[in-house]
DNA sequence: ATAAACTCTTGACCATAGTCTAGAGTCAAG
DNA sequence: CTTGACTCTAGACTATGGTCAAGAGTTTAT
């Protein structure tokens, strides 16, 4: 009884496909395992763990690369808190900016769809008006 | 003195690059110009208000399939206002769940922001150690 | 012992929204 | 009339996060 498992065991029980993980591997977010002598991939029972701590971190909105950021800070001796703190602050910031550009999209579009009573043929629908109106006027040299 | 564009000239007045134009051709976008004799694209003008038109829907988060679909509607004598007004509830639908998930992102990351006090390495860092945890506990068969 | 299930590598492919390159042809200004 | 700017096509390349297929080898179950 080894520690170990084979790629289809771990996928199984992380819910991550077979070719996520290799995907993984390539991506440089999991370290290349050891392997059979039939060349098959045996992996630590912890790699569980990090396939967790990336597809969290995925569901919080990082990148594939920023994760591999914050796995590689996790394992330098130099790296300190503040640095993982300042990425997350970086992301908190990403999100809001966007949280606020869908508000501003969520805004405009809820006022197109409050100009058109729904009736009629599409020939004079202010909603297709709207996007077609010329407003290069506000920009005159 | 014909009423026509180049697509330099095109995309100088509209701010969109050649290359997008002709991507947008070949996507179904724009329809095909009438060519000069040595082959030239020459647009009627008023392409120019059809490439505001993309620009504008794209910001509001409209995919170039979706804003496809509502140009076509547009000349669709068939087609009614409610029919652009039920895309428009959609999209705005769809807004509203990202803005949803981007919120509980936040919450998660501020959460883990304020449990870290950013002194020290990374070796107990409160962010890394909630990314890592375990939770496959919660579902027990 | 043999068939099913699993794994290996390499490389192609999906969507999205473009950008860039090469090589050829065309147009305008000096 | 030549040089530089513009345009043409086809196809490759970018980033993101994977998925799928082919063809070969391995392991497991019956």
Redesign the interface.
């Known amino acids: 009884m080894q520690q170990t498992l084979t790629i289809g065991k771990l996928a199984k029980k992380t819910n991550v496909s077979i070719d996520s993980i290799r995907f993984y591997e390539r991506r440089g977010l999991l370290a290349e395992p050891m392997r059979t002598e039939a060349n098959y991939r045996c992996y630590p029972l912890d790699t569980a ?1 990090r396939l ?2 990336i597809k ?2 995925q ?3 990082f990148s594939l690369d920023e994760i591999k950021g ?1 796995m590689d ?2 394992h ?2 130099d ?7 300042a990425q ?2 970086e ?2 910031k990403d ?2 900016e ?2 606020q550009d ?2 501003r ?2 805004a ?3 006022k ?2 409050a100009s ?7 020939a004079e ?1 202010p ?2 008006e709207a ?4 407003d ?1 006027q506000g920009c005159h040299h």
């Open positions: 763990a967790r701590f969290k971190a569901k919080l909105g914050l800070l996790q330098d001796p790296a300190t808190k503040a640095d993982v703190k997350t602050k992301k908190i999100i809001l966007k949280i869908l508000t999209m969520l405009a579009l809820e197109l769809d058109c009573d729904g009736h009629g043929p599409t629908c909603i297709l996007l077609a109106a010329d290069s």
